[in-house]
């Protein structure tokens, strides 16, 4: 028994009339989701940075004051901290640059 030929045009066209719809939203549906968390991903690295900078410099300025202290007393502790300084701008240039 053969299946007339309009029907399978019939068939075909109800799919196409279905599917075409549903594959156009879903492109737009996958680039409008992928935007976003391109855009909240890039938010939360920046404010991860400015967190760690923050942390960086609440060391620095207690260093700073800890140097002040230790400086009138005398002694090797201002180089100390120096370095220590050094080795934490040069961490954060690298989280930056990462």
Known sequence: MRIPTYLFRLI???FCLGAIPLLILGMISYRISSD???AKAKQTQLQQLTQTKSDVENLLAKLD???A???KAGGIVP??????AVR?????KR????
């Open 12 to 14: 075909g066209f109800t």
């Open 79 to 84: 180089m100390a901290a120096l370095r220590t």
């Open 65 to 67: 004051l800890n140097n």
């Open 88 to 92: 934490l701008k040069r961490q954060l």
């Open 36 to 38: 976003e968390l391109v």
């Open 69 to 71: 202290g230790h400086a």
């Open 95 to 98: 989280k930056q640059a990462s």
